[in-house]
């Protein structure tokens, strides 16, 4: 295969941003503001800001880590990825199950990650694991 074939077929990545949070109550406003900036005037900003809030949150509820890391990637087609990095925890991040009418305020956050994103998944490498999810154009 010749190497302009593969330019052409390999989309380019680009880093957009990163930034880290202290952990903390104000830490997932922080994040939205910082991404609501980042991502202003593209389709998908408001998913992405909800979904970051829903990642920065998970973080804060079930690691210790002292501060949270968020990048931001922009494909050439406008696909944006967002990955949220922290130290881990002792378990992996999962749907929870509810039961229909379960009015519950938590444990949705990667249910609503993995409804709206295009892609999503997550990345442990102890000590730390990366959450990650795509949104189309």
């Known amino acids: 295969m010749r190497d302009d ?47 970051l809030s829903e990642a920065i949150t998970n ?14 990637f922009v494909e050439e087609d406008g696909c944006v990825q967002v990955e949220v990095v922290d130290d881990g925890a002792e378990t992996v991040p999962s749907v929870c199950r509810h039961s229909p009418g379960d009015l519950t305020e938590s444990g949705r956050g990667i249910r609503l990650i993995r ?15 990366v959450v990650w999810f795509a949104l189309g154009p």
Do not use: N
Not at 6 to 35: N, Q, Y
Not at 115 to 129: D, H
């Open 5 to 51: 074939a593969v330019r052409h077929t390999t989309p380019e990545i680009r880093l957009l941003e990163k930034a880290a949070f202290l952990a903390g109550a104000t830490s997932a406003g922080e994040a939205r503001r910082w991404l609501g900036k980042i991502l202003d005037g593209h389709p998908r900003r408001d998913d992405a800001v909800l979904l």
């Open 59 to 72: 973080a804060l509820v079930h690691t210790t880590s002292p501060v949270i890391g968020a990048v931001v």
């Open 115 to 129: 409804a709206l994103s295009s892609r999503w998944g997550f990345i442990e490498e102890r000590p730390r694991c």
